[in-house]
T-cell receptor, first 112, second 112 residues
């Protein structure tokens, strides 16, 4: 397995634009997590899916953020409209029953 | 509120010495604790998991201890090498075991 695959690796966008980050988890994993990492706040959990169902989205900062998991092999994190304070590295991770988490390479988002 | 604390200052040691990193937590009763390694520009990589009924766990040059009374885990790297230089993060499941919450990490620098 190629591991967790995220795209794009880098995204630069203007304030107010819509941004969509994509994730392909490891086949067979039933849990998927979206994290955001910044120097100031470290690695923050945004949302957690189990068997494609959102279980906990309490970490999503505001309504501008939304996440979907239409099937077991794909998830998206969308920011609309984007703001400069959204600039961060966004990680997707998957696991089998919330034990060891496997992370993707991350998407570095810059909003100017 | 639940809190995971790791030393935010970088730890500088000489090659060959033992590095010891600390993870303290409050308002948690975790069934297990995990340690991850993160290199610049990459996602965290799982290293070790220790359960609440285990005092100590070893893997090659790594040793982790878990003291549920002190609410602390220690992470040791023996015979450290420059290649061990990275940021090390501890992670705990939340009360419902559904979310994996990370500490802010400690950067380790091993000098030749």
């Amino acid at each position: 397995d190629a591991g967790v695959i995220q795209s794009p690796r880098h995204e630069v966008t203007e304030m107010g634009q819509e941004v969509t980050l994509r994730c392909k988890p490891i086949s067979g994993h039933n849990s998927l997590f979206w994290y955001r990492q910044t120097m100031m706040r470290g690695l923050e959990l945004l949302i957690y899916f189990n068997n494609n169902v959102p279980i906990d989205d309490s970490g999503m900062p505001e309504d501008r953020f939304s996440a979907k998991m239409p099937n077991a092999s794909f998830s998206t994190l969308k920011i609309q409209p984007s703001e400069p304070r959204d600039s961060a590295v966004y990680f997707c991770a998957s696991s089998l029953s919330t034990t060891e988490a496997f992370f993707g390479q991350g998407t570095r988002l810059t909003v100017v | 509120s639940q809190k995971i604390e790791q030393n935010s200052e970088a730890l500088n040691i000489q090659e060959g010495k033992t590095a010891t990193l600390t993870c303290n937590y409050t308002n948690y009763s975790p069934a297990y604790l995990q340690w991850y390694r993160q290199d610049p520009g990459r996602g965290p990589v799982f290293l070790l998991l220790i359960r609440e009924n285990e005092k100590e766990k070893r893997k090659e040059r790594l040793k982790v201890t878990f003291d549920t009374t002190l609410k602390q885990s220690l992470f040791h790297i023996t015979a450290s090498q420059p290649a061990d230089s990275a940021t090390y993060l501890c992670a705990l499941p939340n009360t419902g075991f559904q979310k994996l919450v990370f500490g802010t990490g400690t950067r380790l620098l091993v000098s030749p």
